[in-house]
């Protein structure tokens, strides 16, 4: 019998490993110190029009439609054992991610069993339950290539073939909301170089996320998102209308379009809005000013979401109080996190 029960343990610590990847490190003893887990969203900052309905593909457990974002509450489960304490002066620049090919269950059985040699710092249940086993500021076990497993974060989705047998919209939505966050507290851009899958980790023989997670869904999520910083906003020159030419007292229409060329979406109403802004907050032209939203600030984005790869047009109006030739710079801005690239824009307005 004792035997037999040998054969049994050592079957189920291989099928593990099997399933959900080796690692690369020693274990340490040392418990994850940043244990707190913050809120991840404002659901009040959102508004209605910027929250698009999931893809039919995409199933939902409870069988109703679904909006993102909602507000994952991470449970801490700490994993006593499989993680390295620390990341020995590595920075997190990547997010990877994973499946599980287990159920929710045996997966966070596998994270406590020393034997299984793996961890992942989040698990995403097929509901949308987030559990979070290792801290962000620790080393998991999860990529199969040491260098990666100190320089990332590892995210498990749940699929298994009784448990949950297909990705669903709780999970694309926690999924999204909580690469939000990482991003927000690690400052790794959210774009396809930095959110890898598993089978994108050099020397990896792994296949997960696998061919029915849908990236391009999982990504247009996340830059809805996706905290504004100088990582994530980006911009590139479209078009601009003449420059104008007005007598005092008349005025002129100028339009400007660019290209979101960044992993934030711009929002219209929140603070992921693109606005065209003067260099340097300057309002030394602020004369030239009619309707502008602030001296600083000629025009906001006209339209409700810009996603990455998309175009905004901004349109302001110019007065004509003193007569002159006035070149007025222009630069792309989301003032919720940082200006866009310099593009050595402007207009020139000529009052005669």
């Not at 019998?1 to 040998?6: A, H, T």
């Not at 269950?105 to 961890?119: E, G, I, P, Q, Y």
């Not at 507290?185 to 890898?196: A, K, S, T, W, Y």
């Not at 905290?227 to 005025?251: C, L, M, N, Q």
Request: aromatic share 10%; net charge negative; charged share 20%.
């Amino acid at each position: 019998m004792q035997r037999l029960l040998r054969r049994s343990v050592l079957v189920l610590v291989i099928f593990l490993i099997s399933a959900t990847g080796q690692s690369d490190l020693a274990p340490q003893d040392t418990p994850p110190a940043d244990a707190t887990v913050v809120p991840l969203l404002d659901l009040a900052a959102m508004p209605e029009s910027a929250i698009p309905v999931a893809r039919a593909a995409v199933t939902s457990r409870s069988g109703t439609a679904m909006r993102f974002p909602f507000d994952p509450q991470p449970e801490y489960i700490t994993s006593p054992t499989n993680y390295w304490a620390g990341r020995d002066g590595a920075s997190i620049e990547y997010i990877v991610i994973h499946y599980t090919d287990i159920s929710y269950a045996r997966t966070l059985h596998a994270f406590d069993t020393l034997a299984s040699n793996v961890s992942a710092h989040y698990v995403i249940r097929g509901d949308g339950h987030i559990a979070q086993i290792v801290a962000e500021g620790d080393t998991a076990w999860h990529s199969g290539n040491a260098w990666y497993n100190r320089h990332s974060i590892g995210i498990e989705f749940e699929l298994d073939h009784v448990t949950n047998p297909a990705f669903t919209t709780e999970q694309y939505y926690a999924g999204a909301a909580l690469a939000c966050a990482i991003s927000g507290r690690q400052g790794i851009p959210l774009d396809r170089e930095h959110v890898i899958g598993h089978n994108e980790v050099p020397g990896t023989t792994h296949t997960d996320p696998g061919p029915t997670w849908d990236w391009p869904h999982f990504m247009w999520l996340v830059s809805l998102c996706a905290p504004p910083t100088d990582a994530t906003v980006h911009a590139s020159f479209v078009s601009e209308s003449p420059y104008p030419e007005i007598s005092t007292d008349d005025k002129a229409l100028v339009s400007v379009v660019l290209r979101n060329t960044g992993s934030t979406a711009w929002r219209k109403g929140t603070d992921q809005e693109a606005r065209l802004g003067i260099p340097d907050n300057s309002r030394a032209l602020a004369f030239l000013a009619d309707g502008w939203p602030a001296p600083e600030r000629p025009a906001v984005q006209e339209e409700d979401i810009v996603p990455p790869g998309g175009t905004a047009t901004f349109s302001f109006r110019v007065k004509g109080t003193l007569p002159g030739t006035f070149v007025v710079p222009l630069r792309g801005v989301v003032d919720g996190g940082a200006w866009m690239d310099d593009l050595g824009m402007f207009t020139v307005v000529t009052v005669r």
